[in-house]
T-cell receptor, first 113, second 112 residues
């Protein structure tokens, strides 16, 4: 039973345009959500997070939106750059569960010059 | 470089064998986590240690065990290996239980 799902295995975007990566979850007890970026031959790197009490968090070119009623979150990257090409993982955490994260399957983003 | 060191980077072994994966956390980090990334299961949480004590267990098989030593490094022991154990094994560390976790580069285990 996948509690966190990323339904798009891949996404291709032109440089300078917006990239939107989506994530759905089923467990309403998740209270903290994170996005990680992963390059080949490297471990996941933390990108941005959002608490369940917020609906938006922004950090530079990266913005995460959370829609609790729909159990959906999205990561927006504006403008997209070729260096953003990587696999992006959505992850969720239960309250006080530390870094016991439940990850989605990942979305491979390709930003074309 | 996240500061988390995992050795070895690659490991090829036969079914039925036992291997040990090693993780050195970032300097100052007290908590260590192990994750498994297989082709069909994605990234799955295995186990968490904090300052030498086991704090949480995920989908870790009974054939797998781990520990965190007094110097805070951790080892993941995988025994009676099966073909399905082939995966990337990631270690991550954080200062405290709820602070940002930093992942190592992973150990790619291939069971033949």
């Amino acid at each position: 039973d996948q509690q966190v799902k990323q339904n798009s295995p891949s996404l291709s975007v032109q440089e300078g345009r917006i990239s939107i990566l989506n994530c759905d979850y089923t467990n309403s007890m998740f209270d903290y959500f994170l996005w990680y970026k992963k390059y080949p031959a490297e471990g996941p790197t933390f990108l941005i997070s959002i608490s369940s009490i917020k609906d938006k968090n922004e950090d530079g070119r990266f913005t995460v939106f959370l829609n609790k009623s729909a159990k959906h979150l999205s990561l927006h990257i504006v403008p997209s750059q070729p260096g953003d090409s990587a696999v992006y993982f959505c992850a969720a955490r239960l309250n006080n569960a530390g870094n016991m994260l439940t990850f989605g399957g990942g979305t491979r983003l390709m930003v074309k010059p | 470089d996240s500061g988390v060191t995992q050795t070895p980077k690659h490991l090829i072994t036969a079914t039925g064998q036992r291997v040990t994966l090693r993780c050195s956390p970032r300097s100052g980090d007290l908590s260590v986590y192990w994750y498994q990334q297989s082709l069909d299961q994605g990234l799955q949480f295995l186990i968490q240690y904090y300052n030498g004590e086991e704090r949480a267990k995920g989908n870790i098989l009974e054939r797998f065990s781990a520990q965190q030593f007094p110097d805070l490094h951790s080892e993941l022991n995988l025994s009676s290996l099966e073909l399905g154990d082939s995966a990337l094994y990631f270690c991550a560390s954080s200062v405290l239980l709820n602070t940002e976790a930093f992942f190592g580069q992973g150990t790619r285990l291939t069971v033949v």
